[in-house]
């Protein structure tokens, strides 16, 4: 487990590859660093994560829209 990874196009951070600026307004901090730092505690990504998910369920992910995740299962 990894919870400060940050995907190759650094936009998505932590152990739910939450969209940084998708979700700027839900991320406390007032600069992009402050906000991705907070996202790699895993705490404070699986909590966004639950809110995200309990807002859209799995749509927000593109791993499950464009069914990625799928040769996992």
């Known amino acids: 487990m990894r919870p400060g990874i940050i ?27 402050a906000k991705i730092a907070w996202l790699q505690v895993a705490k404070n990504n699986i909590a966004l994560a639950k809110q995200i998910y309990d807002a859209s369920g799995w749509y927000p992910w593109e791993a499950y829209t464009k069914g990625a995740y799928k040769q996992y299962l």
Do not use: D, M, Y
Request: glycine residues 12%; aromatic residues 4%.
């Open 7 to 33: 995907n190759s196009v650094g936009c998505c951070v932590g152990l739910f590859q939450i969209h940084v600026t998708a979700h700027a307004e839900k991320i406390p901090g007032t600069t992009r660093e």
